[in-house]
């Protein structure tokens, strides 16, 4: 039912508490008149029951979740993948930036952590031969410590590199914008062609439709009653939208 709610417009409904009970008693039935002849009389017990107490407020919806879409990336605007004001599921993908050089950048990340890589491998035999010959005295201390230091240095290399790969795989994970939750977007702010700039240009913004806050402003003398009913246990909220005369309402708790 909320998504019959457009994001950009407050809608204005009835807010209905059912917050007590009021206790009935059905009135006893009247004696017949008198009549000549005795007639049967059908009588009741007389029960009890109660019956809900209902506050009826104007009320105004509004959203939960609502955030701005913004670039992580710089790059052109390849493709603007859903239309303004779409309703999307949660992981949609909505907008999509050119990753040319988000995947050339890590082809080069790739690159240098091979040849890290390999240096690595060579300076470790090294090493271990120097081990061996330092063992036997035909190495001297510092030239094994230089070994050391070196393969020490080749390894934070390899960190360095491997930081860059994945550097640049999020950089083409982040090319494609999608939606972290359900909801309906607004109107684009970007073309097909735009240079956005990561973390400064506002693509879109989308707001969450299911479920809504549905806001009201009781009267202060109300405030005690509606308190001591919340006291007693949960209290629900029958919603109705204008021009449908109360002919569907949706269900919701205070």
């Not at 950089?171 to 999608?178: A, G, H, V």
């Amino acid at each position: 039912g909320a998504s019959l709610f457009h994001p950009a417009v407050r809608t204005y409904v009835e807010a209905r508490l059912p917050i007590g009970d009021l206790l009935a008693t059905p009135a006893a039935a009247t004696p017949a008149a008198p009549a000549m002849q005795a007639m049967p009389v059908p009588v009741e017990k007389v029960a009890k029951r109660t019956l809900p107490v209902y506050l009826d407020y104007p009320a105004r919806t509004e959203a939960i979740q609502s955030v701005s879409l913004q670039a992580k990336v710089t790059g052109y605007l390849k493709e603007r993948v859903v239309a303004d004001g779409a309703d999307v599921k949660a992981d949609d993908v909505l907008y999509v930036i050119d990753d040319r050089d988000a995947r050339t950048a890590l082809a080069e990340a790739k690159a240098q952590l091979e040849r890290d890589t390999a240096q690595a491998d060579y300076l470790r035999s090294s090493l271990k031969r120097g081990e061996e010959l330092s063992q036997k005295g035909f190495l001297a201390k510092d030239g094994f410590d230089q070994r050391t230091s070196s393969l020490r240095q080749a390894e934070a290399a390899i960190a360095i590199a491997r930081a860059a790969v994945e550097a640049a795989e999020l950089d083409i994970e982040r090319s494609t914008i999608r939606a972290p939750f359900a909801g309906r977007v607004g109107r684009s702010a970007a073309s097909v062609g735009t240079l956005v700039t990561s973390g400064q240009t506002v693509l879109n913004t989308l707001v969450q439709l299911d479920p809504v806050y549905v806001t009201f402003n009781p009267a202060e003398k109300e405030l005690a009653a509606i308190k001591a009913a919340l006291d007693k246990g949960e209290v629900t909220a029958e919603i109705t939208l204008p021009g449908q005369g109360g002919s569907k309402a949706y269900a919701g708790k205070l």
